[in-house]
């Protein structure tokens, strides 16, 4: 009956501290799974916020585009009208000059 009894309690001993390590193993597993759901759930956050930031972005690019075009046109348009006063000018300086000679 000793060995019987002895034997039942290395039994008993062996079961309980195999229960207490799988039950500490299922509960890391379930932390570090928590742990990957709210990692994989921030990374698809951080994607999401990465392409509105690269739309935004383009957006912006775009209308500076736009505007580089714009002031582009009107420089070439008022160079023209310059060009055109000047050889306006010119004609007009060389009429005075042609009337005072006569």
């Known amino acids: 009956m000793q060995i019987?009894?002895?034997a039942l309690v290395s039994l008993l001993s062996?079961?309980?501290g195999a229960l207490t390590v799988w039950f500490s193993?299922?509960?890391k597993v379930e932390?570090?799974?928590v742990?990957?759901?709210?990692?994989?759930v921030d990374?698809?956050?951080i994607k999401t916020n990465r392409k509105e930031g690269q739309a935004t972005m383009h957006k912006r690019i775009d209308v500076l585009k736009g505007q580089v075009e714009l002031n582009r046109e009107k420089s070439n348009e008022s160079l023209s009208d310059i060009k055109t006063e000047m050889k306006d000018m010119?004609?007009?300086i060389i009429q005075a000059i042609h009337d005072i000679k006569k």
């Open 90 to 92: 010119e004609l007009r």
């Open 4 to 6: 019987g009894f002895g």
């Open 31 to 33: 932390i570090q799974q």
């Open 35 to 40: 742990i990957l759901r709210n990692l994989t």
């Open 14 to 16: 062996a079961v309980v």
């Open 25 to 27: 193993l299922k509960n």
């Open 43 to 45: 990374m698809e956050e």
